[in-house]
Structures are given as structure tokens and as C-alpha cells.
């Protein structure tokens, strides 16, 4: 069974940085290609970014420059880093791997 797993989300203020882990069990992680989403409040669920097995990366306008995926296939993880953050990056962030999501972790920018 495909288990995703978010952690790393919390509250912090514009300009400052987290970095939400996404822990994979249950499938060959290393030939998966792995997606972030959000979703804010009230709106609906956005790609953020997109890493391939061979770790080519895409991301959305509005994180590009700013936000970081990165994957560890030794420990059968991917990796949001997030810097620079605006108070309209919060929102709950997902992991995704095809049609398995986690739960999510909620990201708060906030002074």
C-alpha cells in the first residue's frame, strides 16, 4: 500500500523559509515522478512543483526562484524548500504521487 507522508509546515513570518518533507513507503520511489500541490483557503488545489526520477524540476510562476524540490532516494523522501515566503503561499501543501496524496501539512505566512 502507497503511504505519502508530509511533515515540516508551520508558522512563520514574510521572508523567512521552511522546508516540508514528503516520506514515501510502499512503492519503488526512485522511478516515480513526485509532485507538490497547495491549496489555500477557498480556492482551489495548485501544482507547485515537479521532480522526474531523473530529478528534472518544474515549477509554478508564482514559486519559481523561491521554492526548491529535491529528492533522496536512499531514504525514499522528497524535499520542499521554500524561501523567501509571502503570506500568499499559505495554505495546506500536498504530496502527491499519481493518484496517492498525503494528508498534507499546513504552511502559515504570517507576521
Known amino acids: 500500500q502507497v503511504q505519502l507522508v508530509e511533515s515540516g509546515g508551520g508558522l512563520v513570518q514574510p521572508g523567512g523559509s521552511l522546508r516540508l518533507s514528503c516520506a514515501v513507503s510502499g512503492t519503488i520511489f526512485s522511478i516515480k515522478t513526485m509532485r507538490w500541490y497547495r491549496q489555500a483557503p477557498g480556492k482551489e488545489r495548485e501544482l507547485v512543483a515537479t521532480i522526474t526520477s531523473d530529478s528534472n524540476t518544474k515549477y509554478a510562476d508564482s514559486v519559481k526562484g523561491r521554492f526548491t524540490i529535491s529528492r533522496d532516494n536512499a531514504k525514499n523522501t522528497v524535499y520542499l524548500q521554500m524561501n523567501s515566503l509571502k503570506p500568499e503561499d499559505t495554505g495546506v501543501y500536498y504530496c502527491?504521487?499519481?493518484?496517492?496524496w498525503g494528508r498534507g501539512t499546513q504552511v502559515t505566512i504570517s507576521s
Open positions: 502527491n504521487l499519481n493518484v496517492y
